[in-house]
C-alpha cells in the first residue's frame, strides 16, 4: 500500500522560502510522474508542480519562475522549494502521483504553509 509523508511547512513571511519534504513507501517511485498540490481553504486541490521519473518538470502559472519540484529517487523523496512566498500560497500542500495516470486513491496528511503578508 503507498503510504506518503509530507513535511517541512510552516509559518513565513511574505517574501520568505520554505522547502517542503514527500517521502513515498510502498511504490515504484523512479517510474512515476510526481506532483505537489495544494488545497487553499474553500478551495479546490490544485496541482503546482509535477516531475517525471527522469527530471523534466511542469508548473503552474501561478507558481512558475518560484518555485522548484526535485526528487531523489534513490530515497524515494520529492521536494518543492519555494521562494518569494506568496499570502496566496497559503495551503495544505501534499504530494502524490501526477501525470495522465493521476493521483493515487491514498493522501497523506499534508503539510500546512501560511505566508503572513
Known amino acids: 500500500q503507498v503510504q506518503l509523508v509530507e513535511s517541512g511547512g510552516g509559518l513565513v513571511q511574505a517574501g520568505g522560502s520554505l522547502r517542503l519534504s514527500c517521502v513515498l513507501s510502498g511504490g515504484i517511485f523512479r517510474v512515476r510522474v510526481m506532483g505537489w498540490y495544494r488545497q487553499a481553504p474553500g478551495k479546490q486541490r490544485e496541482l503546482v508542480a509535477s516531475?517525471?521519473?527522469?527530471?523534466?518538470?511542469n508548473y503552474a502559472d501561478s507558481v512558475k519562475g518560484r518555485f522548484t519540484i526535485s526528487r531523489d529517487n534513490a530515497k524515494n523523496t520529492v521536494f518543492l522549494q519555494m521562494a518569494s512566498l506568496k499570502a496566496e500560497d497559503t495551503a495544505v500542500y501534499y504530494c502524490n502521483r501526477a501525470g495522465p495516470l493521476g493521483a493515487f486513491d491514498s493522501w497523506g496528511q499534508g503539510t500546512q504553509v501560511t505566508v503572513s503578508s
Open positions: 516531475i517525471t521519473g527522469d527530471g523534466t518538470t
